[in-house]
Nanobody
Framework: QVQLVESGGGLVQAGGSLRLSCVAS????????MSWYRQAPGKQRELVAT???????NYADSVKGRFAISRDYAKSTVYLQMNSLKPEDTAVYYC?????????????WGQGTQVTVSS
């Protein structure tokens, strides 16, 4: 198991930047994948970015070239650097950890952090 705590959200003007942090309660070295999702009001939760244990990263088309996911093993933390923010990036951002189990994998979620981008 793992507990995840996100931080770094806030209110920013369009074109601005924010860096989100997701701190895990234990080492992330053996976690299959760490991901950032977001959910806007009235919409389904969507994948924003993923980094795997092997170092592969993937981004949603809508954030490619603007967002960057990274991890710091020493701090058990995953970051999401968000640049050139747009009003449509407004959402609650969630961190997810996918951890291997004997029978496959389990997902663990943080509580989310609000990002609001004003026009």
């Amino acid at each position: 198991q793992v507990q995840l705590v996100e931080s770094g959200g806030g209110l920013v003007q369009a074109g601005g930047s924010l860096r989100l942090s997701c701190v895990a309660s234990r080492s992330i070295f053996d976690i299959n994948a760490m991901s950032w999702y977001r959910q806007a009001p009235g919409k389904q939760r969507e994948l924003v970015a993923t980094v795997t244990s092997g170092g592969n990263v993937n981004y949603a088309d809508s954030v490619k070239g603007r967002f960057a996911i990274s991890r710091d093993y020493a701090k058990s933390t995953v970051y999401l650097q968000m640049n050139s923010l747009k009003p449509e990036d407004t959402a609650v951002y969630y961190c997810k950890a996918t951890i291997p189990t004997r029978f496959g994998a389990s997902d663990y979620w943080g509580q989310g952090t609000q990002v609001t981008v004003s026009s």
